[in-house]
Every structure is written in structure tokens, then in C-alpha cells.
């Protein structure tokens, strides 16, 4: 049985199970596959985290990592790509946010600070949002 990610064309996320993936295309051509809330037939695959094939991942002396260890590094990969590719902007996130989000300011990736009342709030708006702890130089040995 294989699980997959779906969407449809507009937006709504779920679940699909399947005997294999010639399941899953024979479901989809045929109309038998709609979306649950809309009924729409146009559905697609979307990446799902928990099937991130990492292959033989290993530490920094060629020694496999136990899955634990694998999270790890997928979350400091995470951490360092969010680092390199998002503006900090601190504890201004929330505002910032708002900003862009109403075209007050450019359209960009922004990382920052909120407090759990102010995620509330931006989520609240339609404001998208990930809260994600970041943990800098994680040692996976």
C-alpha cells in the first residue's frame, strides 16, 4: 500500500491509498480519483516530507546514521537552507509579515520572531506562516 499527497486544482489537500503508483494513474485517467471536498478530477501528486528518500545518509566519517541521526540532519539541512535564503528580520517578524502581505513592502522570504498570540493573529489574516525552531551546528557524532 502506498500513500500519496494529493491536491486538487484548487488547493484542497489530502490523502490517497493505493496498491502501487499504476493504481494511482489508472484512478486519475479513469475520473474515479476526486477531490473529497470539491469533487474536482484534477488531481496531482504533491512532495510529501515523510517520504524524503535520503539514500545511505552518513555522518561526517562515512559511519550510517540511525534514523534519528537522518532527522537530524533533514532538520539542519532545513535550518541552514531557511539561514541562507530568508531576510531576518527579527522580532519584527509579525509586522513584516502583515506588510507584504497587504503589498506595503516587496514580496520576499522573511524569518524572524513572534510570540505564539501574534502567530495566531497572522494565521487569522490568511497570513501563512511556519513556526520552526532553527538549531544551529547540530553534531550528529
Keep these: 500500500m502506498i500513500i500519496f499527497d494529493l491536491v486538487c486544482e484548487f488547493d484542497h489537500s489530502f490523502e ?6 499504476d493504481e494511482f494513474e489508472a484512478q486519475q485517467s479513469s475520473g474515479l480519483l476526486t477531490c ?13 516530507a515523510t517520504n524524503i528518500n535520503l539514500g545511505k545518509t552518513k555522518d561526517n566519517t562515512g559511519k550510517q546514521l ?12 532545513v535550518s541552514n537552507y531557511i539561514e541562507n535564503n530568508f531576510e531576518d528580520v527579527g522580532p519584527e517578524f ?3 509579515a502583515k506588510k507584504i502581505h497587504y ?4 514580496e520576499r522570504n522573511i524569518r524572524g ?29
Design 113 to 141: 520572531t513572534a510570540t505564539e498570540q501574534e502567530t495566531k493573529e497572522l494565521l487569522e489574516e490568511g497570513i501563512e506562516v511556519l513556526p520552526i525552531a532553527i538549531k544551529k551546528d547540530i553534531k550528529l557524532n
Design 66 to 77: 540511525d534514523p534519528n541521526q537522518q532527522q537530524i540532519a533533514i532538520a539542519q539541512q
Design 16 to 21: 490517497g491509498w493505493f496498491k502501487n503508483n
Design 36 to 48: 473529497p471536498v470539491c469533487n474536482s478530477e484534477n488531481i496531482v501528486k504533491v512532495p510529501s
Design 103 to 106: 503589498g506595503e513592502e516587496v
Design 94 to 96: 509579525s509586522e513584516t
